[in-house]
């Protein structure tokens, strides 16, 4: 079981659980369609949205695998939220998680994203101890693989027209961590930031 103490601090964002006062910023993020893109559904509606913040609201604490912990990004000079990071816990038995990432492309290519997905992988596996942690993307979305490489996951597989995805076939690429191998990339001097679970 894994009930995280918000908010965390890395070094430049405040990671902290969903608030009803989120929808505007949510909002802005969702309703676009460069955001829809490469994520299932469309862009949501302001009713979309406000459904969806009371859910993720509900997302804060892993008590069984299927859960998911829903966190809320804010740059504290944008004073608003900027994305969310997901951590889903797939297995108890096999200690298997999922990460996630949803980001507003005005605050691309300033590593916030690394910086807050390093943040779930800490709590991943030292908060719920797992041994592997997974993503994947449409293999279309390369800022998506790039960020998971950044991160030190390998990509396992590449998945060719295994499904229809928004009228097409599509494709995904598939990545993984251990645990040895992220407490490896921790070590003093490793570019990820500040860890999740002393903040």
Known sequence: MLTPSF?????RLLLRAFESADEDAW????????VARYL????????GVRAEVERKRGNT???????????AVVEPNAARVIGEVILRWRSRVHRQGEIGFVFHPEFGGKGYATEAAAAMLDLGFEGLGLHRIYGSCDARNRASAALMERLGM???AHFI????????WGEEFHYAILRDEWSARRTPGARTGRSALGS
């Open 154 to 156: 390998r990509r396992e």
């Open 27 to 34: 909002y802005a993020i969702r309703s676009r369609d460069d």
């Open 161 to 168: 027209h295994n499904e229809i995805f928004k009228g097409e």
């Open 40 to 47: 299932y559904g469309q862009a949501l509606t302001r009713e």
């Open 7 to 11: 908010p965390i601090r890395t070094d």
């Open 61 to 71: 604490a892993l008590r069984d695998e299927g859960d998911v912990l829903s966190v």
